[in-house]
């Protein structure tokens, strides 16, 4: 089994900065992606940014230039950089990680509790 754990969510003004921070655990062997997705309050899910084991990154047109993601492979952990927040930035955002427990099994994907970012105008 896997554990994902997200951090870093809370209150902040338009114009500010967040960082969040999310850690895999558990039966990890390779870890192929890790992404963040939000949520807003009667919305679908959405991709926000995703890190592949290649180091290839992609990121939703909406946050493209505010928001950064990057990865420390050593701590199993991704990072969301997010600047010049605005107000449709609130959403609850989930961690998401795609990974495999040995070599002989399929990719599985996993999912955080989810962390609330809330940007007030």
């Known amino acids: 089994q896997v554990q994902v754990v997200e951090s870093g969510g809370g209150l902040v003004q338009a114009g500010g900065s967040l960082r969040l921070s999310c850690a895999a655990s558990?039966?990890?062997?390779?870890?192929?992606?890790m992404g963040w997705y939000r949520q807003a309050p009667g919305k679908q899910r959405e991709l926000v940014a995703v890190i592949t084991s290649g180091d290839t990154t992609n990121y939703a047109d909406s946050v493209k230039g505010r928001f950064t993601i990057s990865r420390d492979n050593a701590k199993n952990t991704v990072y969301l950089q997010m600047n010049s927040l605005k107000a449709e930035d609130t959403a609850v955002y989930y961690c998401n990680v795609l990974c495999r427990s040995s070599p002989w099994r399929s990719s599985v994907e996993y999912w955080g509790q989810g962390t609330q970012v809330t940007v007030s105008s």
């Open positions: 558990g039966s990890i062997f390779r870890i192929n992606a």
